[in-house]
T-cell receptor
Framework: GENVEQHPSTLSVQEGDSAVIKCTYS??????FPWYKQELGKGPQLIID?????GEKKDQRIAVTLNKTAKHFSLHITETQPEDSAVYFC?????????????FGRGTSLIVHP | GAVVSQHPSRVICKSGTSVKIECRSL??????MFWYRQFPKQSLMLMAT?????????EQGVEKDKFLINHASLTLSTLTVTSAHPEDSSFYIC????????????FGSGTRLTVV
């Protein structure tokens, strides 16, 4: 099955700095890579995603890059703000039993200091 | 669009009792919904795939007699934790995706279950 590794587990930055979270995956059949933001006591919220036929995608302060050959993808947040503080999960999605099942990384706790 | 509602958000129950958690897709029909369990500061663990009109598919190690899943309509899936014990205390989250968007799942807000 798929195995997703996510680093770092904790990331502390100053407001305005950039934050980068990296993930690797093992299954070459995975072709969709979403990133989720989870605030305390809430469900994960999709913030950006990328498909395997695209190398980079950007949405305002958030960008995701994918290197399919190396099987790694990264989340980049620029000009971080305190409200960006949350746990971020990456996921790799492959077809399994007729459904596209995401395998999640272990999460990165991002702390943005004002 | 693609809103998933989960209820209740918090529940406390006594050991030995059963608890039902509801997951509803509010603005789309979901033939498939997923149930996850999350321990504090850990990732989401897929428990089962809920299929409308058929039996749920459980992940290895998940007791299907303990975690009963019913997907009776295209907008509602329920997870019942039977004979709950303190070790069942956890954060339970459901997710679903609108037809044609099989990749981008929307998650519910989660249910914090505490068994005392």
């Amino acid at each position: 099955g798929e195995n997703v590794e996510q680093h770092p587990s904790t990331l502390s930055v100053q407001e305005g700095d950039s934050a980068v979270i990296k993930c690797t995956y093992s299954d070459s059949a995975s072709n969709y890579f979403p990133w989720y933001k989870q605030e305390l006591g809430k469900g994960p919220q999709l913030i950006i995603d990328i498909r395997s036929n695209v190398g980079e995608k950007k949405d305002q302060r958030i960008a995701v890059t994918l290197n399919k050959t190396a099987k790694h993808f990264s989340l980049h947040i620029t000009e971080t703000q305190p409200e960006d503080s949350a746990v971020y999960f990456c996921a790799a999605t492959a077809l399994s039993g007729g459904s596209y099942i995401p395998t999640f990384g272990r999460g990165t706790s991002l702390i943005v200091h004002p | 669009g693609a809103v998933v509602s989960q209820h209740p958000s918090r529940v406390i129950c006594k050991s030995g009792t059963s608890v039902k958690i509801e997951c509803r897709s509010l603005d789309f029909q979901a033939t498939t919904m997923f149930w996850y369990r999350q321990f504090p500061k850990q990732s989401l663990m897929l428990m089962a795939t809920s299929n409308e009109g058929s039996k749920a598919t459980y992940e290895q190690g998940v007791e299907k007699d303990k975690f009963l899943i019913n997907h009776a309509s295209l907008t509602l899936s329920t997870l019942t934790v039977t004979s709950a014990h303190p070790e069942d205390s956890s954060f339970y989250i459901c997710s679903a995706a609108p037809p044609g968007r099989d990749y981008g799942y929307t998650f519910g807000s989660g249910t914090r279950l505490t068994v005392v």
